[in-house]
């Protein structure tokens, strides 16, 4: 047994960094061939906006440097990639790209929000016969597939004209900082834009904070922030699953 576990770590070591170590090493080397393969497309499919922003000969080359360092620790190549947003920002043939790690970020928010289990969405009709007060106490369950974040550098504006737009539209970028939203609630994945104070509302409420609480926490961030409207946006996008009244 010691004897097999020993062949198998040393097989998967020649897999990835080409060992002609072992016995039989042609055809280690074109199975090696063929796993890369299949990590630098997996790659390409989970983080196809940051492939379509760069090239694919720039983005294979990329993605042959992140192989060899973050070899895949599931068998699930859908979900294979989990670190390349920080393998880009530190990526220094990435430098003149500052937004492309951020991009990858939502690329990567997406695969998470294509994966997640599936669940009940919330409705804001189911809210309405709560009085302010009980609606003030109680908490919001966020959906297993939201995924939300700030992003820097105009990234959700470039990842949505990439996603969405034809090629000839033209897109005009900021450079600013900008809150985006992911949701799942009828089985596709869906986007929208949201205030980076939005973003601070979200993150509260996922950490189980009362609605009062969040609220206070995202006007803090942003006393402009209309709360009414951005909670109504969440809940139309499918951002939550449950809301749970204060047990008196």
């Known amino acids: 047994m010691a004897d097999l576990a020993s062949f198998q770590r040393a097989f998967g070591r020649a897999l990835l960094d080409g060992s002609s170590a072992l016995p039989f090493a042609t055809a280690v080397a074109i199975h090696r061939n063929t796993v890369m393969k299949g990590l630098i497309d997996a790659l390409a499919a989970n983080y196809p906006t940051v492939a379509q922003l760069v090239g694919e000969d720039w983005f294979r080359a990329c993605a042959l440097e992140y192989v ?72 919001m369950t966020l959906h297993p597939a939201a995924r939300f974040a700030t992003v820097r550098h105009s990234a959700a504006t470039i990842w949505i004209h990439h996603r969405t737009a034809r090629a000839n539209d033209a897109l005009t970028v900021t450079g600013d900082e900008e809150g985006i939203l992911l949701t799942r609630p009828r089985g596709a994945v869906e986007h929208t834009t949201v205030a980076c104070s939005a973003v601070a509302l979200l993150e509260q409420l996922r950490a189980g904070t009362t609605l009062a609480v969040a609220v206070a926490a995202a006007l803090e961030a942003d006393a402009d922030l209309d709360v009414t409207s951005t909670l109504a946006r969440a809940l139309a996008a499918g951002a939550f699953t449950q809301f749970s009244e204060m047990q008196s």
Not at 101 to 110: G, K, L, N, Q, S
């Open 68 to 139: 060899g360092r973050y070899p895949t620790r599931s068998p699930v190549l859908a979900v294979y990639g989990a670190e390349f947003p920080h393998f880009l920002a530190q990526f220094p043939p990435a430098g003149e790209l500052p937004y492309l790690a951020e991009v990858a970020r939502i690329d990567r928010m997406w695969v998470e929000a294509h994966t997640s289990a599936d669940a009940t969405v919330l409705t804001a009709a189911s809210l309405a016969r709560l009085a302010p007060d009980a609606l003030a106490a109680g908490r």
